[in-house]
């Protein structure tokens, strides 16, 4: 069974790169036709989806959010990283990273952007 766990910091400061982690497990990510994704939920809000990475190394962004975003993966340590610069306290809030489609989700971190 696939499992997902986060890691990074948990407060950036206005303006920096947030950097995130998922190290997966149980599954490759090079495994075809699964897409790897960020999602995430701000305070008091609902889910919002961020962008993903396939199999291929392919990637998509939300329009919201794609000027600022950036996803990438380390196949040799089954891991795939978010990486969100200019980061302003709007970004504040819980980044999951799941498997597409399949159900699986890490538990979430919560990160705060403040100084």
């Known amino acids: 069974q696939v499992q997902l766990q986060e890691s990074g910091p948990g407060l950036v400061e206005p303006s920096q790169t947030l950097s995130l982690t998922c190290t997966v497990s149980?599954?490759?990510?090079?495994?075809?036709?699964?897409?790897w994704s960020w999602i995430r939920q701000p305070p008091g809000k609902g889910l919002e989806w961020i962008g993903y990475i396939g199999y291929g190394g392919s990637t998509y962004y939300s329009p919201f959010l794609r000027s600022r975003t950036s996803i990438s993966r380390d196949t040799s340590k089954n891991q795939f990283t978010l990486q969100l610069s200019s980061v302003i306290p709007e970004d504040t809030g819980v980044y999951y990273c799941?498997?597409?489609?399949?159900?699986?989700w890490g538990q979430g971190i919560q990160v705060t952007v403040s100084s």
């Open positions: 799941t498997r597409v489609g399949s159900g699986a």
């Open positions: 149980g599954g490759s990510i090079t495994a075809n036709y699964y897409y």
